[in-house]
């Protein structure tokens, strides 16, 4: 009997045609002496059918083709399963991808996806949901908000939200974060939950940043000037600012004085007042050059 793989396909992310995706992932698979597997995410109930197909195929490897908050809900759903996770960037956020340096052509990302090399990741749990990227409390996580909004999407929509969400910015937030049993107060306008050094655009956050050392970093961006933050998520600068502060530790909790927009890896998560985070190591494989 051949072994099988499971390929995950979000139709809509990052505004892209998914079917040479497909097509390609299903030649590869049949050179390979693979039996391939097909599911298409519709936003409904996918975590549970995904799962499902897990328990139905037991494949050794799944085949991801969407952004990062793709690949958050197959970590999702094959919770504590022994497979290898391929990653095919083709989201409006590929963060993790582009940590891994997968955001290559797809027929190099293939062999990749494929291949016998891969990595194991820590995973960052936030209130009970996983994190295996970049997360962040204020200005980001309402740039992501308006994005899920807006009719608008793919790199252009990204785009225009990020100036709408320049234009309608809120006030700075207090943020009182316990860590390393030490308190720290401050008034910040954005708070990185990092288990990565970089965006998907490039931009390095966290300098500091390795992805299997049983830590996360908290960047705590203090009075980040609007036009360096424009400048941040679209690429065009590091950050190199003096009004940071990094925090690396394997537990914290934060609470802010309002509810404060929050995002895990891409995806809008709402407004919050208090998150407990914590590390949970070596729990994800991940397929690398």
Request: net charge negative; glycine share 8%.
């Given at each position: 009997?051949r ?32 039996n ?15 799962r ?14 969407g ?19 391929g ?10 991808a ?69 234009i ?10 316990t ?29 500091v ?18 036009k360096v ?37 891409g995806e ?22």
């Amino acid at each position: 009997m051949r072994n099988n793989v499971l390929m995950i396909v979000n139709p809509v992310s990052g505004g892209l045609d998914k079917s040479e995706y497909i097509k390609e992932t299903a030649l590869f698979a049949a050179g390979e002496n693979l039996n391939f597997v097909l599911y298409e995410t519709s936003g409904e109930d996918d975590i549970s059918k995904i799962r499902r197909l897990n328990e139905r195929f037991t494949p050794k490897r799944i085949i991801v083709a969407g952004g990062d908050g793709t690949l958050k809900m197959v970590v999702e759903a094959v919770e504590n399963q022994d497979v290898i996770l391929g990653i095919l960037p083709a989201g409006s956020s590929n963060g993790l991808a582009a940590e891994l340096n997968l955001v290559k052509t797809l027929e190099e990302n293939l062999k990749i996806a494929f291949g016998d090399n891969y990595a194991e990741m820590d995973v960052v749990i936030i209130n009970q949901q996983k994190s295996l990227h970049l997360s962040d409390l204020g200005l980001n996580a309402k740039l992501i908000k308006n994005y899920e909004k807006s009719s608008i999407h793919g790199k252009w929509g990204y785009v225009l939200q990020a100036f709408t969400t320049l234009i309608d910015v809120d006030e700075l937030f207090l943020a009182t974060i316990t860590a390393n049993n030490q308190v720290v107060e401050c008034l910040v306008r954005m708070i990185v939950i990092a288990n990565a050094k970089k965006y998907g655009t490039g931009v390095v956050i966290n300098p500091v940043g390795v992805m299997n050392d049983g830590k996360f970093e908290l960047i705590i961006l203090k009075n980040l000037d609007l036009k360096v933050f424009g400048k941040i998520i679209t690429g065009n600068m590091p950050v190199d600012l003096q009004d940071v502060e990094i925090i690396s530790t394997d537990q914290a909790t934060i609470k802010t004085n309002v509810p404060v927009s929050f995002q895990i890896d891409g995806e809008y998560c709402g407004a919050v007042n208090e998150l407990q985070v914590s590390i949970s190591p070596h729990k994800l494989k991940v397929a690398i050059a």
